[in-house]
């Protein structure tokens, strides 16, 4: 199977229907040309906790920060399902799987397991936006393929340049993972990255040879040396960009005030009013939320 089949067959893969109805709402609501899914709750098939979909739209690239992101209640079937969404243009999407911008959130992050769960026009594939999220999906693969190998041993399982590559992405952006991250990644999704290095390399007609379990790639020193002084110039931009991130989600992460309230309750089991001044100042509002949580904690 080549690289587009596998990443075509990939973004099929099922959901719960209930998954489906939601990313039908929101890509409906912005208008957008297509929903992906991905996170954890993807490999579980669960509904409980935070699901994550990015809502691709038409339009030019954006320029400055992005994705949008924002968070949404629904009520479905009896059950809250919740979602934290993140939202940019397809054109931007592509050209950031491309590798061709400071930021290595899409590349690194939809190398990893994603579907297609809702899209404006028919699935006919390569011949409208939906083919152009397979295309932008195959890119991210061969970003973040090429960095592993340019970044991995000279030979070695597969699973040694995947781990390489993981290792090197958690270093660069702005927050705290447990030792080990990676090897979670890689074993919770052994059936997607198994294989999935090897295809690339022939897709981009990159030389290696398999010796038994081990592979032998054969890069070109020159690209090798332009893959690294690319990533080199991401690694730096990469928390900076997370900082940026996090200060424009404060003004406007819409939804805020109602998603931190679940996630404190959810971990602490204090249920904090969520009202409109909450809303919409979330930052203000932390040390007032720690009171009540504090104070509930002593009254408990």
Do not use: C
Request: net charge positive.
């Amino acid at each position: 199977m080549n690289l587009t089949d596998r990443v075509d067959k990939a973004l099929d893969r099922e959901v719960d229907p209930a998954i489906s109805a939601f990313a039908a709402r929101l890509g409906e609501e912005a208008q957008a040309a297509a929903v992906l899914f991905y996170g954890s709750n993807l490999r579980t098939g669960l509904l409980e906790g935070v699901l994550d979909f990015y809502v691709l739209t038409d339009g030019s690239p954006e320029r400055g920060i992005w994705p949008t992101v924002s968070y949404r209640e629904w009520e479905h079937d009896g059950q809250t399902l919740r979602a934290k969404i993140a939202t940019m243009t397809l054109a931007k999407f592509r050209e950031a799987a491309k590798g061709r911008s400071r930021d290595a959130t899409i590349w690194a992050r939809f190398v990893q397991p994603s579907a297609l769960v809702w899209s404006k026009e028919p699935p006919v594939r390569h011949e409208n936006n939906t083919g152009d999220i397979v295309l932008a999906v195959q890119d991210a693969a061969v970003t973040a393929a090429h960095l592993a190998v340019a970044l991995g041993p000279a030979k070695g399982r597969e699973e040694d340049y995947w781990r390489a590559l993981f290792q090197e992405t958690y270093k660069a952006e702005f927050r705290i993972e447990k030792p080990g991250r990676e090897n979670s990644i890689l074993s919770l999704n052994q059936d997607h990255f198994s294989g999935l290095l090897p295809a690339v390399l022939e897709w981009t007609k990159v030389p290696f040879e398999l010796d038994g379990e081990l592979l032998v790639p054969q890069m070109a020193l020159d690209y090798r040396s332009d893959v690294l002084r690319r990533w080199h110039r991401s690694r730096r931009w990469g928390k900076p960009l997370n900082i940026a991130r996090l200060l424009r989600a404060t003004r406007t992460f819409d939804g805020a005030g109602r998603y931190a309230a679940w996630k404190v309750e959810r971990h602490t089991g204090v249920e904090v009013e969520v009202t409109p001044w909450r809303e919409k100042h979330p930052v203000l509002a932390a040390p007032g939320v720690l009171w009540e949580i504090w104070r509930a904690k002593r009254q408990s």
